[in-house]
């Protein structure tokens, strides 16, 4: 069975909510094990190498950063081949600063850096998520399983 592990930083809770929605979707199509972890407990990027799939998430801070939550974890990425391994990247983002979601995209480009496959375009998502932002999570969730696990649901 593949096993999935979804990491998330989230400060206000619409991050978090977009994690359970897209777990919610990978679950509804797939009977994958999904292992959620929130970034303030400590996850250890190394453990990352023992997945097949990963999904990356975090709300974009300041002028167009990663939370503070996230920096050891992303540093510690440097250090972890993830060749083969089937990835992707979202976040809640707020369209009042000059770069919108850069978080996304960031840890977008480590993923791929490391080796990772990315099997689709990252999720952003305005502040809360709304009624159609949930939909565009679940199939998020829904299209990572389809991306990279198999062939038709």
Known sequence: MSKIIL???S???NTEEMANTIAE???EVSDVSIEK???MDGPEASMLEDYDGIILGAYTWGDGELPD???DFYEEMDQIDLTGKKAA???SCDSSYPQYGAAVDILTEKLRE???VIVQ???KVELTPDDEDIKNCQNFGRGFIKNSFVTSI
């Open 7 to 9: 990491i998330f930083a």
């Open 11 to 13: 400060m206000s809770g």
């Open 121 to 123: 375009e990252g999720l």
């Open 114 to 116: 490391q080796g990772a």
């Open 25 to 27: 979707g990978i679950t």
């Open 89 to 91: 990247a979202f976040g």
């Open 37 to 39: 972890i929130d970034i």
């Open 69 to 71: 939550d996230f920096l």
